[in-house]
């Protein structure tokens, strides 16, 4: 499978668009010298806009013979970000209280609609079937964890700063709607915000750094050279390595960090000393010691927590004023489902097998934000999830534009990043279904592509051991 592409360059210059760049919390370089947690090793594309916008010119290499895991020749981004960034239309970056607040609106009576009508209208009374009644709590279950990933969206525009033009607003309905879903808002923003400014780099992303080929070798007991040469894994082992991904990988993630970087030695006020990832790491979203943190922002994450401790509060007296069994159902099936969507849509929009992810000596922030790919999840995604899975690579170059101009706006990049444009829509809802189970079977690794040379081998690619796609290397034993 190819990505969907197009072509041609837009460069219109705009002084208004350059105001709003200054509102980018977020993709914004100029914040970068205040994340000193996400940034162990200094970078001149995370520090102005001037080195953003020519980085990609400033390591002229050459690179080699570089193919995907689908077998394409890729060609490493030549735009810079001024360009994406002149080429959205100006209307795209205004943000607005009242319609922000309309989806928040929407979203809760969506929620209490639905809890009314099964609290009152699915009952022993009303449906005598045991059976019947448990389809629908199902449904019930089903429904309402969309509706709680579709706020946990809206939090999320917050903590970029795309709800509204005053920060102060935007945090205090961020913790609010965060908190009600057990999210540490403050320090998952965060840390959110350094995987925005390091997108695909295996040395600094906060989200998802894929293993290299010596880790997944270690992982299984084998020697790198040897992948090439194993067998294929079976089926039923991606199906449980898929299942317990979607069922505890997002508190794991809070509580380990074990998709993100583990180079926290590098931290620069030496908060990471003797820190790693897992259990006991003591790298974690909860600490206000951790080293995802500064240590000027240690008071954010106790505010966070306050905002879990006070959620949590209220969920144990529901539960004890209505039974556990009650809040089971109406609360904590619910969580598990939004818990699901959010690591399949953040897995996706990160795991490709069209997708590189680069060497710290190869990557830039234009770089980066290309190495995400667009998925459609038909009217879910675009009514009930906001849009977060259709328009994720705008997202990641401007992420203050908010949900509902983001449409418009990747369509006006499109036209810049030409090829590398990367979106994957077929099928729709059945295809991004689809996408989890084939991501899983195609991307087990990273390494260099077998024709790279120089520069070329800082460009790595998804390799698997299931004779999927372009093979891995083979290496002569060490």
């Known amino acids: 499978m190819a990505p969907a592409t197009s072509t041609g360059r837009q460069a219109a210059k705009n002084p208004a668009v350059k105001r709003a760049i200054n509102t980018d919390s977020d993709s914004s370089p100029s914040t970068a010298d205040a994340s000193p947690a996400g940034s162990p090793r200094p970078s001149a594309s995370s520090t102005s806009l001037s080195s953003m916008a020519s980085d990609a010119e400033a390591k002229p290499t050459n690179y080699g013979k570089l193919l995907d895991t689908y077998g394409n020749e ?53 449906i005598p079937s045991k059976a019947v009644r448990v389809a629908l709590w199902g449904v019930y279950s089903f429904a309402q964890g969309l509706f709680g990933t579709g706020l946990w969206v809206l939090a999320h525009e917050c903590g970029h700063g795309a709800f509204s033009p005053s920060q102060r607003f935007n945090n205090i309905v961020g913790w609010v709607l965060h908190s009600s879903l057990l999210v540490p808002y403050f320090s998952w923003q965060m840390s959110h915000s350094k995987h925005h400014k390091a997108t695909g780099n295996m040395e600094r992303d906060m989200v998802f750094v894929p293993r290299t080929r010596e880790q997944q070798a270690s992982r299984i007991g084998k020697l790198a ?54 259990y006991g790491g003591g790298v974690n979203h909860f600490d206000p010691r951790s080293p995802l943190y500064e240590n000027k922002d240690a008071w954010l994450v106790v505010m966070s927590d306050i905002g879990i401790a006070l959620a949590g509060s209220a969920l144990f007296y529901l539960g004890q004023r209505f039974g556990w069994a009650n ?90 990043m030409g090829e590398h444009y990367r979106s994957d829509t077929r099928e729709g809802p059945i295809g991004f279904i689809k996408a989890m189970w084939k991501s899983a079977r195609w991307c087990q690794w990273v390494e260099p592509s077998e024709g790279a040379v120089d520069g070329g081998k800082g460009v790595l690619f998804f390799r698997n051991r299931n004779g999927l796609g372009t093979r891995p290397m083979k290496i002569a034993p060490q």
């Open 74 to 126: 890729f060609k490493v981004p030549d735009f810079t970000i001024k360009d994406i960034r002149d080429a959205i239309p100006k209307h795209c970056y205004e943000r607005s209280y009242v319609r922000s607040m309309s989806y928040v609106f929407r979203d809760m009576v969506l929620l209490a609609t639905t809890f009314y009508i099964w609290h009152n209208y699915v009952t022993p009374e009303m």
């Open 225 to 278: 050279h040897e992948l090439a040469e194993l067998t294929e894994e079976t089926p039923i082992y991606t199906l449980i390595h898929l299942l317990g991904q979607q069922l505890i990988g997002w508190p794991n993630y809070l509580m380990t960090n074990v998709t993100g970087h583990n180079y926290h030695e590098r931290q620069r006020e030496g908060r990471g000393k003797g820190k790693k990832n897992g």
């Open 327 to 416: 809040m089971a159902v109406w609360y904590f099936l619910p969580y598990l489902w939004v818990n699901h969507w959010l690591v399949a849509i953040t897995f996706l929009q990160h795991t490709d097998p069209s997708l590189p992810h680069y060497t710290a000596d190869q990557w830039n922030f234009v770089r980066g934000a290309a190495a995400t790919i667009d998925r459609e999840f038909g009217f879910i995604g675009r009514h009930l999830l906001h849009g977060i899975i259709e328009t994720h690579v705008l997202h990641h170059y401007v992420s203050t534009i908010p949900f509902y101009n983001a449409d418009e706006a990747t369509e006006a990049i499109k036209p810049v």
